[in-house]
């Protein structure tokens, strides 16, 4: 399941020095704009601390966690709906992700020019938001022109679009994003139809220094973001893309004493996976065997012939039964022999909901 989450920005606010630390991808980052000129994409591992324990418990030949893509896209300047900076062709490669991570600058350094000449996270988001908006409405006004037409000529499905693309119309005049909308289930399968950017779910990254880090609540700036993201619905990560590069290139104690020297619990990397999952209500089960231990991402509400299918759409095909122990009933018992004399495994059907944190054997017949 290749879910993308992209990192958008003003130049020089962080994006790219982030996605160089979270991907180790060595994308180019350098102190003018535009640096980035196509879109870097880098797949990083999810961490999970449930797949080290599961890996303890069964020993397998080999471990393979879950994996999540970002890409960094250049930096949008005021004016990109219309061609201005490098334009349409950035706006082009946000329609392909699911997610925007929006990384704000919340930090000072005269060393680090700033395209508008100063530090105001504020502005900075409404160009970023504004373009984006701009973007969508002139997509809205192309459909409209088509689509009003066929709806007074009683076309069936052009007379349910287009009370929704006005209503859409409506709240970008008002500089309103498309998710600021409520729409009913029908009513959304017309507005993924349309791919608008401004339906995706947005999370802001705040980028702060180092001296920062331990204690944001004291960053003026920080509060300006999370009281606009708290409006907006969204939510906030704090993060200093600088340390993340210094956190990418440790491993094991050494990073964990690291992070407590900072006085933080998790890497900016861990946070943004996490919330990244949250907002594309995201989740994790596992497979389990002497070969392979391993971690399959999958959408909250899927059916188990669906999560079958994400190892392989023969597994879905030939769906019989999902033999399932959850995480926290296998860890309790010790082993695979002792969750099944707790009664702690169960044979489910196609109907059943896989939950967060399952293991499960696939039994399939094609």
Request: with cysteine; hydrophobic share 40%; proline share 3%.
């Amino acid at each position: 399941m290749a879910l993308t989450a992209g990192i958008v920005g003003l130049p020089n606010v962080g994006k790219s020095t982030l996605f160089n630390a979270i991907t180790q991808a060595g994308a180019e980052s350098a102190n003018y704009p535009f640096c980035t000129i196509d879109p870097n994409v880098g797949i990083v591992e999810v961490p999970d601390h449930r797949l080290t324990k599961l890996t303890e418990l069964v020993q397998p030949k080999k471990t393979v966690p879950t994996a999540f893509e970002f890409t960094d896209i250049a930096g949008i300047v005021k004016g990109a709906s219309k061609g201005e900076g490098l334009g349409n062709k950035f706006l082009s490669h946000i329609r392909q992700v699911d997610a925007i991570c929006q990384v704000v600058r919340c930090f000072a350094d005269d060393n680090i020019t700033h395209v508008a000449g100063k530090v105001d996270p504020l502005s900075d988001i409404e160009v970023i938001n504004l373009e984006l908006i701009l973007a969508d409405m002139e997509s809205v006004e192309k459909r409209i022109s088509r689509v009003e037409k066929l709806a007074k000529q009683k076309d069936k499905e052009a007379a349910i679009e287009f009370p929704i693309l006005t209503r859409l119309r409506e709240a970008f005049e008002a500089e309103q994003p498309a998710r600021a909308i409520e729409f009913t289930e029908e009513e959304m399968k017309v507005v993924k139809y349309l791919h608008l950017l401004t339906i995706k779910p947005m999370l802001y990254v705040a980028n702060v220094g180092e001296e920062d880090l331990a204690n944001p609540s004291g960053n003026k700036y920080v509060q300006q973001v999370r009281e606009f993201a708290e409006k907006d619905n969204a939510e906030v990560i704090v993060i200093s893309a600088r340390i993340e590069e210094e956190i990418a290139e440790l491993e094991g104690e050494e990073k964990k004493m690291f992070l407590e020297e900072l006085g933080i619990e998790e890497s900016g990397l861990d946070q943004l996976i996490r919330k990244a999952y949250s907002l594309l209500g995201l989740a994790t089960y596992f497979t389990a065997g002497v070969q392979e231990v391993r971690a399959w991402t999958f959408r909250r509400g899927m059916k188990a012939p669906q999560c079958a299918g994400v190892i392989h759409s023969d597994f879905e095909r030939g769906f019989i039964r999902a033999e399932t122990v959850h995480y926290d009933d296998l860890l309790a018992a010790g082993s695979m022999n002792a969750a099944k004399e707790a009664g702690k495994v169960r044979l489910e059907g196609k109907e059943y909901e896989v939950k967060d944190g399952d293991i499960i054997h696939f039994r399939f017949n094609v």
